[in-house]
């Protein structure tokens, strides 16, 4: 087994991670300790100006403003505001290849204003170009522009089917609907300044040579989504302009004033890892290379006049070899898989010790029941690696807070209160020519339950909160004893924030925003922020509501749905997108299609429907009744009972036996391990 561990990475962790603990560690009232080292310093066009700018002089600046033309097998692009030599150029399909040229004054008729190129895909017919046809500004990060890409299209170099047959074309259609649906979710981000792919840390700790670099060549490739997708780029000189990378999770942005009117500028970024990318039940645990399902690293990035905050934690499924393959039921049976479950895990937790520090790894997983068998593996796991950097905290959330007992949420943040010290935040503060780096993060919370969506986003909040605290009582915007809970301005922003994150990261992979039926999640949230910060319509009312009650169980259905009838076509779409399976001239005539196979019965949709109907009839004639003068004998039929009864026992037993023949599965045989 190999880690792909990058020089970046090592070189980071080395910077910051070997010294003395004690040196950088906070107190338990927001100061520093006693032994903390000197700050060290930096001159501002270190740190302020070239670790924040797109290319370092010399190198061809990033397109800001493109405009496209189409033309029969060739596309123009016009990239803007700097005029260089390549400022105009065509694209165009020459023998199946991709080459550029000198446009034609006649091809600079039509041109029509697009945000980004995202890159060129092949698919049965041919290359693609791909691009983003409009760009949301989200908001900036350290003064620098951050974008959500929207409207995302797929242009086709041949803009006829007439080489294809019918059986290919069909698979096109196929390949075609999965990558438009997938790629025109919320989530992806860039900026032309900016590196989102590396904490703010990260940046602050590399040496001159890493920003002689292109803003793709330095990026961190396990977030870059369009890596595959610029690979045909890469090789063309003339299109350094267009090698911008995107990132795919969330980004989200707030400015609130706290004490002594001082202002907060907050951004949570989350970058989704493309390592071991896809669907809920269709990425589950760890692959044979240390990637975990859902790996997600989330960063609170914080302005506060002079004053830079940031703090990382990172999430992801449990680190063993399991799985969970849909089969109609709501709760599908997790099965531990053969492997190396040890060695697996290892590899996954130093990986991440040599990236970020120490690791504290709070498991949110049931003892017991669905999900003891998964803690009992990743547990026995964990006692077996015996590591100092390691902290494993277990918590059962369904047990300590299934009935609302919010107390034991407290009682969690108190078992993690010395980590959150230990580990410190980064903080650096700029003065004149000079930054002074006073403290840096030392280690991440790592945290998972099942799904690492609804209760892990919980905690990170909770966490990233108190670090927060600390780091506003390090300057002393806080005295010792205040807290951020009672400010209801911030927790108004700050928990929307989290929320909205906690939705998109839950729709990206679980198929549905966080479900409300764990209403512990939103009502914790609630509870302990003492705001109605939350867009639910628990936490702004402080009640649940018919409303709110109808939401949450039409969350529950579409993420049944998709789970069960979507997810399949999403993760062959997630595995084209990312290269890990590559469509090849031919398929569908001089070998098969993957997708030429008969796939899910669409009887299975009717199935599900016929349930609704079923249950929708039981509720209807439990309530009808109450309203409706009828004779209690009409109503309370016994052959009605008997015929509803018979039917559901039925469905049940078709489920329970062949329910995983009515599923949406994956089609597409990966080139490389997932």
């Given amino acids: 087994m190999e880690a792909n561990i990058s020089s970046l ?31 060290r310093q930096a001159s501002v066009d270190s740190f302020l100006d070239i670790s924040t700018r797109t290319q370092a002089p010399g190198l061809v600046h990033l397109y800001e403003d493109i405009s496209i033309g189409t033309n029969e097998a060739s596309f123009v692009l016009r990239g803007g505001p700097d005029r260089g030599p390549y400022n105009t150029i065509a694209i165009e399909l020459l023998n199946d290849s991709v080459r550029v040229r000198a446009p034609d004054a006649t091809e600079l008729n039509s041109l029509k204003q697009i945000a980004v190129v995202l890159g060129i895909l092949n698919l049965i017919s041919g290359p693609y ?88 060549e330095r990026a961190d490739e396990r977030f870059v989504w369009n890596k595959f997708l ?30 002594k009117n001082r202002s907060l500028e907050m951004a949570v970024v989350s970058r989704r890892c493309t390592k071991n990318a896809g669907t809920r039940f269709n990425t589950r645990g760890i692959n044979g290379r240390g990637y975990v399902a859902n790996y997600i690293e989330t960063e609170l990035i914080v302005k506060m006049d002079n004053f830079y905050f940031s703090y990382t934690q990172t999430r992801g499924s449990v680190p063993v070899f399991w799985e969970q393959k849909p089969n109609l039921r709501y709760k599908p049976r997790i099965n531990i898989k053969d492997g190396n479950h040890l060695a697996a895990c290892s590899l996954h937790l130093h990986s991440e010790i040599r990236r970020n520090g120490k690791q504290s790894v709070v498991n949110l997983i049931s003892h017991k029941g669905h999900e003891g068998l998964l803690y009992t593996c990743f547990t026995e796991c964990m006692s077996a690696l015996c590591d100092a950097n390691i902290r494993y905290i277990p918590f059962d959330f369904n047990k300590e807070c299934g009935r609302l007992d919010w107390t034991n949420l407290l009682h969690l943040m108190n078992q993690l209160e010395p980590d959150i010290l230990s580990q410190g935040s980064f903080i650096s503060e700029a003065h004149g020519d000079t930054v002074k780096l006073h403290i840096f993060q030392q280690g991440v919370f790592r945290t998972n339950c099942v799904d690492s969506l609804d209760r892990s986003n919980l905690v990170q909040a909770m966490i990233a909160q108190r670090a927060l605290e600390l780091q506003l009582q390090w300057t002393g915007v806080l005295q010792t004893h205040e807290s951020l809970n009672a400010l209801k301005e911030f927790q108004h922003f700050y928990k929307n924030m989290w929320a909205d994150n906690g939705d998109t990261l839950a729709n990206q992979y679980g198929g549905s925003h966080i479900l409300l039926h764990f209403p512990q999640i939103k009502q914790a949230i609630y509870c302990l922020a003492g705001s109605k910060a939350m867009k639910s319509d628990f936490t702004r009312t402080g009640r649940r509501t018919v409303g709110g009650l109808f939401q949450d169980a039409a969350k529950a259905l579409l993420r049944y749905y998709r789970n069960n009838f979507e997810d399949g076509s999403r993760q062959d779409a997630v595995n084209v997108l990312l290269g890990k399976y590559k469509v090849r001239a031919g398929e569908g005539v001089t070998f098969p299609s993957p997708l030429a196979t008969s796939q899910t019965p669409r009887s299975s949709l009717g199935m599900l429907l016929a349930v609704l109907l079923m249950l929708s009839g039981l509720v209807a004639n439990l309530f009808i009744p109450s309203s409706i003068e009828l004779s209690i004998n009409s109503w309370l039929n016994k052959n009605f009972w008997l015929t509803w009864i018979i039917s559901l026992a039925a469905l049940a037993g078709i489920i329970n036996m062949r329910g995983e023949h009515f599923v949406d599965k994956p089609r597409l045989n990966l080139n490389e391990e997932k």
Avoid: W
């Fill in 9 to 39: 990475d090592v070189s980071v962790t080395s910077n910051f991670c070997t010294g003395d603990d004690s040196g950088q560690n906070m107190s338990r009232n927001g100061s520093p300790t006693q032994q903390k080292q000197k700050p």
């Fill in 129 to 216: 170009l791909v691009i983003a046809n409009r760009r949301l500004l989200v908001g900036q990060i350290y003064g620098h522009d951050v974008f959500q890409a929207k409207d995302i299209e797929l242009l086709g170099f041949r803009k006829t089917y007439r080489h294809l047959s019918e059986v290919q074309v069909e698979c096109e259609k196929k390949y075609l609907k999965g990558l438009k649906t997938y790629l025109n979710q919320d989530g992806f981000y860039y900026s032309y300044s900016f590196d989102l792919t590396h904490r703010i840390q990260s940046m602050h700790v590399v040496g001159p040579e890493f920003y002689s670099r292109s803003m793709l």
């Fill in 230 to 259: 610029l690979e045909p780029l890469t090789s063309i000189p003339e299109l350094a302009g267009y090698h911008l990378p995107l990132i795919f999770g969330y980004i989200g942005m707030a400015t609130v004033t706290v004490n």
